[in-house]
């Protein structure tokens, strides 16, 4: 597949059917993300996967809303910046961002749990701070979102070419 077709066709899946993913396919959608450019160079991003249900089962409460779909995954990967790195946000984005390629080009789906800044279900306690808990990451590690993966139980039609916001582009 084109590049042009595969970002035409990802689409965000939140509907799994429960069949696990391989490891050769972790390893890979992982792969892509170690690859993936960061500022300066510095790939100070770290990565936690779980395809324990208990843990994806805690991961899926740990917002009021938006991360309940995180239950159906076969497995969630919780990207992470490293320390002493200003850019961390973006090169997470970025990272996050290619393993979604890496997932579609596999005929996997996945959808991206916004984790940074959020509020948790527990009064008074992050939803970054929930991550850590369940997933035993350190503290000195930020967490940007998670990504939760699967075999899609849905289809999802491409994106369509005149939908495209071709006037929120200037041309200069």
């Given at each position: 597949?084109?590049?042009?077709?595969?970002?035409?066709?990802?689409?965000?899946?939140?509907?799994?059917?429960?069949?696990?993913?391989?490891?050769?396919d972790?390893?890979?959608?992982?792969?892509?993300?170690?690859?993936?450019?960061?500022?300066?160079?510095?790939?100070?991003?770290?990565?936690?996967?779980t395809?324990?249900?208990?843990?994806?089962?805690?991961?899926s409460e740990?917002?009021?809303?938006?991360s309940?779909?995180?239950?159906?995954?076969?497995?969630?990967?919780?990207?992470?910046?490293?320390?002493?790195?200003e850019?961390?946000?973006?090169?997470?984005?970025?990272?996050?961002?290619?393993?979604?390629?890496?997932?579609?080009?596999?005929?996997?789906?996945?959808?991206?749990?916004?984790?940074?800044?959020?509020?948790?279900?527990?009064e008074?306690?992050?939803?970054?701070?929930?991550?850590?808990?369940?997933?035993?990451?350190?503290?000195?590690?930020?967490?940007?979102?998670?990504?939760?993966?699967?075999?899609?139980?849905?289809?999802?039609k491409?994106?369509?070419?005149?939908?495209?916001?071709?006037d929120?582009?200037?041309?200069?």
């Amino acid at each position: 597949m084109e590049f042009k077709d595969l970002v035409q066709k990802r689409r965000s899946h939140r509907k799994f059917t429960g069949e696990a993913v391989s490891q050769e396919d972790i390893r890979l959608i992982l792969r892509a993300a170690l690859m993936a450019p960061t500022g300066k160079g510095l790939r100070k991003w770290h990565f936690a996967v779980t395809t324990d249900r208990q843990k994806i089962e805690a991961l899926s409460e740990i917002r009021p809303s938006g991360s309940q779909f995180v239950a159906g995954a076969a497995a969630v990967i919780a990207v992470m910046g490293g320390e002493d790195n200003e850019l961390w946000v973006e090169d997470c984005s970025i990272a996050a961002t290619v393993m979604q390629f890496q997932i579609e080009d596999l005929g996997l789906g996945s959808c991206w749990c916004h984790v940074k800044g959020r509020q948790s279900t527990v009064e008074g306690v992050s939803a970054e701070d929930r991550v850590r808990e369940i997933l035993h990451t350190p503290t000195s590690f930020p967490i940007l979102c998670l990504i939760a993966l699967g075999h899609p139980c849905d289809e999802r039609k491409p994106q369509q070419e005149e939908a495209l916001l071709w006037d929120h582009v200037e041309f200069l």
